[in-house]
Structures are given as structure tokens and as C-alpha cells.
């Protein structure tokens, strides 16, 4: 059973910048990716890394903005925020497949997932 942790989300002020962290109690974890989700709104694909940490997408809201990242060794996945913008505030999700996938922005393909981590970006 795979344990993952997010941290890292805070208030800070649009045009600002954190980086959000998730840990995973596992190894081998494939595929991993960051989802977020507003009030009222269904949760959405952020961005996702293949298994070696070579390979990457990110949704146009965020491209050029975030990079997705991680550290094997740690058993952790990253997301850094640049340049945040207001309609970035969200509980954001880290989650990770065990499907054989490569790359994946579908979110019945991830098998575990986090509690989440809020961020707010006020304006």
C-alpha cells in the first residue's frame, strides 16, 4: 500500500512562487502527477512524470509556470509554482500510477493519491 504526503501549500500573493512537495512511503512508483482542485469545481490535471523523471506534460494553464520534478532516491515528487495567479488557488493532489504508463493526464489511471495540500494565491 502506497502512503503519499503532500506539503508545501501556503497564502501567498499572485506573481509569487512555492513549491509543493509529496512524499510516498513506496518504491517503483511509475508514473506520478499533480491534480488541483477549486471550490465547486471538478478536480484537474496539473501536470505528470514518467518513472525516471526524464519525460514530463503540464496543462496549458500552467505551462512555462510550473515544472514537475523528482527525487528517486527520496521517494518524492515536486511541483514548483512561478508566477502564480489567483485562479491557481486549489487543494492540490499528488497521485501516482501502477498502471505501465508513461505519461498520463487521466485520472483513473493514478492508483493512489494524497490528502492534498492547500494553496491560495491572493490578488
Known amino acids: 500500500q502506497v502512503q503519499l504526503v503532500e506539503s508545501g501549500g501556503e497564502l501567498t500573493q499572485a506573481g509569487g512562487s512555492l513549491r509543493l512537495s509529496c512524499a510516498a512511503s513506496?518504491?517503483?512508483?511509475?508514473?506520478m502527477g499533480w491534480f488541483r482542485q477549486a471550490p465547486a469545481r471538478e478536480r484537474e490535471f496539473v501536470a505528470t512524470?514518467?518513472?525516471?523523471?526524464?519525460?514530463?506534460e503540464y496543462a496549458d494553464s500552467v505551462k512555462g509556470r510550473f515544472t514537475i520534478s523528482r527525487d528517486n532516491a527520496k521517494n518524492t515528487v515536486y511541483l514548483q509554482m512561478n508566477s502564480l495567479r489567483s485562479e491557481d488557488t486549489a487543494v492540490y493532489y499528488c497521485?501516482?500510477?501502477?498502471?505501465?504508463?508513461?505519461?498520463?493526464?487521466?485520472?483513473?489511471?493514478?492508483?493512489?493519491w494524497g490528502q492534498g495540500t492547500q494553496v491560495t494565491v491572493s490578488s
Open positions: 497521485a501516482v500510477s501502477q498502471r505501465r504508463t508513461f505519461l498520463t493526464r487521466i485520472q483513473s489511471d493514478y492508483d493512489y
Open positions: 513506496g518504491r517503483n512508483l511509475g508514473t
Open positions: 512524470i514518467s518513472r525516471s523523471g526524464g519525460h514530463a
